[in-house]
């Protein structure tokens, strides 16, 4: 990850600005503020190596968008079809997320293939992080194991909702 890359705007829970991490020997710091980042920090991509965009909260207009997109037409991801309980959102949409997570911090990762499990539903409204750890990395190749978790009210990773792997081809 190097300074000005990555996400921009307010984060995605609503938070001061993009949330992000400082990466080196394979620790992984969140930060608020891409700049705070020197340009010439490389990011260091070594098995173990946990990348993340922080917490995540789906609206029932991001919901809204991604079917209407994708023409997923299930009741059960609208808000109507549930009175008075809260739509669920949709498993592409949250592993959705771990290719988001690759590019934010490596910059022209192209992601190649991916395994998703869906352990829980997540409704609108709960708070999610996804996580994309390198489980084994050769040449411009890295594997990730992938695992979102849906958080806690204190903000801790309280259960897995979607696990996997992915592979990804690295930029040179």
């Given at each position: ?8 705007g307010p984060s995605p829970s ?83 997320l771990f290719p988001a997570t ?58 897995p909702v979607v696990t996997g ?8």
């Open positions: 990850m190097r300074g000005g890359g990555g996400p921009s609503g938070g001061g600005g993009p949330l992000s991490l400082s990466c080196g020997n394979g620790v992984c710091h969140r930060i608020r503020n891409l700049s705070q980042i020197p340009a010439t920090q490389p990011l260091s991509l070594v098995v173990g190596t946990a990348l993340s965009l922080g917490p995540r909260k789906f609206t029932q207009q991001d919901v809204d968008a991604f079917t209407q997109v994708t023409g997923d037409a299930n009741p059960i991801h609208t808000d109507n079809h549930n009175h008075n309980h809260k739509a669920v959102v949709p498993g592409a949409l949250l592993s959705s690759v590019g934010a911090h490596v910059a022209g990762a192209v992601h190649l293939s991916q395994t998703s499990k869906f352990r829980e539903k997540v409704l609108v409204g709960d708070d999610v992080e996804a996580v994309a750890t390198v489980s084994y990395r050769s040449g411009r190749r890295a594997k990730f194991d992938t695992t979102c978790y849906l958080l806690s009210a204190t903000g801790d990773r309280d259960k792997e992915a592979l990804c081809l690295l930029p040179v």
